[in-house]
């Protein structure tokens, strides 16, 4: 039971923390020298706080935007743009995961990529698959698949019990972004 093992950790549910959590094992992974890389399936997604932090926790934690992203409501643009956009990151997703370079990748919103279609669930679980014995992976966004689930080590769903936008109270800056 000691030995080093990468794991397959999944944020799910309708409830808020999935991305900050993740980001929090990110924090904790960077504190033990571990290198850090996030990479956003969600284009404009990104909150400033989280993108400030890392600009001042240098090289080993990195948060990267994928390909050209691609947006949560695909209006007005061709359906098959924001799958180019999503097959792009996942090839992205591959490379960095195979590279060597990196302990922890967080792929923040990729449930929601798989879950429209736009990144095909089997590329995905071959990917998990085939990843480096000890490199950890952190999928966040709502609905994952069953198949990842599956495939995962470590599932949490977060569960809304109330949230403060209901009550029509304001995003907060350092809680919202
Ligand atoms: P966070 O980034 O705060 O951890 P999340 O990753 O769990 O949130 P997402 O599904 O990525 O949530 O949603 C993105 C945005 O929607 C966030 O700004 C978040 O605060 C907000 N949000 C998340 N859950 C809820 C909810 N149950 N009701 C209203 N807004 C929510
Ligand atoms: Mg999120």
Same mark, same amino acid.
């Given at each position: ?7 397959? *950790? @999944? ?9 900050? /959590?993740? &980001? ?7 504190? %033990?020298?571990?290198?850090?890389? @996030?990479? %956003? ?11 400030? =932090? /890392?600009?001042?926790?240098? !090289? +080993? ?12 409501? =695909?209006?007005?643009? !061709?359906? $098959?743009?924001?799958? !180019?956009? =999503? ?5 992205? !997703?591959?490379?960095?995961?195979? $590279?060597?370079?990196?302990?922890? *990748?967080?792929? +923040?919103? *990729? ?7 736009? #990144?095909? @669930? ?15 992976? #952190? ?5 994952? %698949? ?5 495939? =995962?080590? &470590? #599932? ?22």
């Amino acid at each position: 039971m000691t030995e080093t093992k990468g794991l397959i *950790i @999944v944020n799910t549910g309708n409830g808020k923390g999935k991305t900050t /959590a993740a &980001l929090g094992l990110g924090m904790r992974a960077w504190g %033990q020298g571990l290198r850090v890389l @996030v990479l %956003q399936f969600i284009k404009g997604n990104w909150k400033y706080g989280e993108l400030m =932090a /890392a600009e001042r926790m240098g !090289a +080993d934690f990195v948060i990267r935007q994928l390909g050209e992203g691609f947006v949560r409501n =695909a209006e007005g643009d !061709a359906r $098959s743009d924001h799958q !180019a956009a =999503a097959e792009e990151a996942l090839t992205d !997703a591959r490379t960095e995961m195979m $590279s060597g370079s990196w302990d922890m *990748i967080i792929l +923040d919103e *990729i449930n929601y990529a798989i879950k429209f279609g736009l #990144v095909p @669930v089997a590329q995905v679980i071959e990917l998990l698959k085939g990843k480096p014995e000890n490199l950890h992976v #952190v999928l966040t966004g709502r609905d994952a %698949q069953p198949e990842i689930i599956d495939l =995962a080590d &470590l #599932v949490t769903e977060m569960k809304e019990i109330k949230h403060p936008l209901k009550q029509g109270i304001k995003a907060q800056k350092g809680i919202e972004y």
